[in-house]
């Protein structure tokens, strides 16, 4: 026998939290080490079960409830040869000491337990709003699976649903809910839903909620919910009143960062964990990973919090990756802010910053959103992508990019994603060779397509226009008659594309021209005849699609 | 007005070949010039068609045969103010005189044309074996809206169909035809279905065809159709007989370069028309984009022909660019070779160099493969996706990838090429941020799943072992009881994961042990275990599902 290749023998980690951070940590410490003393301490019942899935078995998607419990805290233990408690809370940090005082919740019982390595994967819990009311029987909030069954066994015996909040779960939320069959209102306090990403494309989720039948209501804080008999009455400073038979709090999550703040660990504006490119705190023997922390940000500097599932796991398997392997870890490269989210037909999904982000940081940018199929459209089943980017105008780099349809809509973000990461220019974004047959994409990609929209912008060849201009103004309707006369557009002329040249003398050039089409594709053609004609003419991006 | 911005005023474009390359060339060239005379000169009577289409409409999964015309000769002039010439041969180059001679096929009558800037885009033919019977009249090739309206003639009354050569579109025709109702064989030279692919995911291509009824036949060499009554007898060397009514000959494609070889340009080996950066020829007024042209391969060096529709259309692009913009241009930065193809329940996918590639090559790499789910297993219909990676050892960059599965593998694919662009080392696929939602994707998404094992294998954790080794070995399936029952690894013992750490007297420790699981998960956490207990340890990659 070889000897053993285990380096910090009987190495002592404790692991605050047992999910998605935690429990990566866990496992990839038992993969370097079969001699560390590992411990996990969760404070619920459960650990290493699947969160981001709660609202599909609420809904119905997921009808096993044992799927979502990844592992049970006994085949954890097992698997890993680890020491798993659950329902015990870590209550103080003695970082001199290098101690974790920890309370057994059922029996009250304190123990001090000595650590080498402490990791604290405690998560975030969903914002409870200080309001009358907020503690009625049927007012919710959902982050375990105890929550889950408690929605469950409620949803049982209830006709309608309030659901506060229009982020990533209260959407999610609202999906599973109508699938269900109740009635289901959304109050989102800001004028969008999903407030990362930028309003013109958020429109597109509202309307398929409404579609679907989703109450929907904006720009409403709440101020109260009383019981009204057997149901509920929610109360908005606008004066709405809403009825609800339950009521869904999907406001936000705060990081559960007290244990770390009391141990006098730096913590960021919002009161995030601040930690190193190895998931180190301030304390370099306390790592943090997961929700309750903010990483740097690779796309703006600075930090930013990112409290989702993908980031949590990588970061846990950084945290154990450098008790073991130290300087020759994989160091966690920051956070870019990909996300996604289904809403019935409807996908939108983020990657890196939004123009709200930009405007905020008082970085400047350019943009540009077009439309385009999301396979050839000439084969059955094609959707519509909408998919805008955000560039420096320094350095043409990638900032961020942001898409809205229904197939496709993830994979174009997961590229763009990965192109941020490269620090891709939108240059670099036109000659991506990317999977090309009819039923999965187009010789040129809809990433390649907005690539050359950037490019086109920047070089001067496309002068955007981002509305429709209010009348009176010069507007071209290049569309064909008949699509001009189904939809209109208020104030344009209509002329063809293909009888642009011929009737130029209809186009006066001593005022802006403003051209318009259902995309932003063939106004752009049009700009372009235009402006070589010495028009001063503006394409308006995104289209009748994006504008009407 | 201002003054038209648009240099090279006047100058005279002719552009050989109007589908994807030419069309491309001439669109963007319009765009970039109103004063251009462009000149179309197309071969066949269609412009701009989709090509790629062909073998749906066959099929029947594309019903309206306008869908495939996606310009017609007058459309396409109209739009774009351009000569279409089609039925019009360009025969002969004179460089020296910056003339293009051209011959009217439907009169026979030749003119010669000036040109300041030539465009070559007229692409490959299907290769035609010089075979005794493969100009019987149901032995077709499949190129033009031509070659697919007369096989979709003959089709109507045939029952049976031998495709020659398991290619992209050999397995596109041989899935077409099924929906059709046919009895398909297909027949490939090579040991394995789409020899880019490594063999081990190319089997699962044979097993979805199989399945379906396809009649598969490998390493097999034609060497003559005869005509047999109302039917045909296909022979092969090996004294294969099949008998079929109608042959399609997919069999590769050689570059149209005659008229660039006759000019005296520059042609690589294999007779492909050399390209710089802006797809200019060897005679700077002379360029060349799609089928028929190689360009610089991104990956390995050197120069490599890509005949796939978006680079052609790319290229097109870049080459107008370059006569209007000069340096300004955007150079085509290369081919990298990303592919895919759908053959019924099965999708296959490639981007950068494969095993073969880089053995041809005498370039060093390592390599790995795993199985993973498409999105959250918890989450319903959820797929496997066989995922391989190949990257340097000199400097862990990316070399290549290749997947196969359903759901997804377009996906990850185009994630690997964008990465590959970008010059991205195993390291960086770590932690890229990629989309997750259970409907998408895993919070650790098979890329990075990927590159964790492609890490683990450089950095010594993962020791890998290619195939379940021949007994007598010591080989220990890791998986539980069941499992290991109802599908046995040959000469394999059946130790569960979780009990191994209390069986470890059970492992001979002065003989390898090869540890093996269903996907190659489990299988690496065993041989972490037994390494740590100094046991030379090997996970066989990929599992049961790659090696069994």
Known sequence: MNPSESSAEGLRILIVGGVAGGASAAARARRLSESAHITVIERGPDVSFANCGLPYYIGGDITQRDDLAVQTPTSLSQLLNLEVLTNTEATSINPLEKTLLIKNLAT??????????LVLAPGASPIQPNLPGIDLPRVHTLRTLQDMDHIDQDLDCVASVLVLGGGFIGLEMAEQLQHRGL???LVERNPQLLPPLDSELSRDLAVALHEKGVDLHFSENMTSIKADGSTMKAHFQSGLELEADLVILSVGVKPDSHLALEAGLELGERGHIRVNEFQQTSDPAIYAAGDAVETHDSILGGYRPLPLGGPANRQGRTAADHIFRGEKALPYPGSIGTAIVRVFDQVAAITGSSERDLIK????YKTVTINAASHADYYPGAEIIKLKLLWSPDDSRLLGAQAIGLEGVDKRIDVLATALRARMTIDDLCHLELCYAPPFGSAKDPVNLAGFAACNLRDGLL????????????????RPVAKSQSQPVPGAKNIPLPELRSRLGEVDPDQPVFTICQMGKTSYFAARILQQHGYDA?????GVNVNL
Chains 1, 2 share one sequence.
Not at 108 to 117: A, F, I, L, S
Not at 468 to 477: K, N
């Open 108 to 117: 009250g019982e304190t123990t001090t337990r000595h650590y080498d390595k």
């Open 183 to 185: 009635d289901v209102s």
């Open 361 to 364: 940081r008082s970085t400047p």
């Open 463 to 478: 002068k955007p226009f981002y509305a429709v201009p209010e009348t009176p103004a010069q507007i071209i309707d290049v």
């Open 538 to 542: 503006h394409s308006i991006i995104g």
